[in-house]
């Protein structure tokens, strides 16, 4: 953040009165039949005109990977935007799948 401001301090105090009470609940991961992918951007949101994209990945309950990132290059619609995204996630969807058939899963097709 360049320029927090208020509404960002109320925010981030949210955030860590939340943490703080959900300190001793326990996180669980269960595995399903595979990865599933969900990519996702918003356009426009940098004040140098740059969309952001986020992706993460499932292995059935509980979230294995994520990211969050600005896009490297200016998009001319959200559409672009998007495709920018799923374009930025294939090196890591693609290793992801060679991982787990390496070994020894089956993984089904992926569909972002």
């Keep these: 953040m360049q320029h927090p401001d208020t509404d ?11 943490l703080c009470g959900t300190r001793d609940d326990t996180l669980t991961m269960e595995a399903d039949k595979g990865p599933k992918w969900w990519v996702d951007s918003s356009y426009v949101v940098h ?13 059935g309950r509980g979230t294995t990977y994520s990211t ?6 200016n998009t001319k619609s959200s559409i672009e935007a998007e495709l920018v995204a799923i374009n930025d996630s294939m090196g890591q969807v693609l290793w992801t799948r060679h991982f787990l058939t390496a070994q020894g899963e089956h993984v089904f097709s992926t569909t972002i």
């Design 68 to 73: 969050s990132s600005k896009q490297k290059l």
């Design 47 to 59: 004040p140098d005109m740059r969309s952001h994209s986020g992706i993460y990945m499932t292995l």
């Design 8 to 18: 960002d301090y109320k925010k981030l105090t949210h955030v860590m009165k939340y």
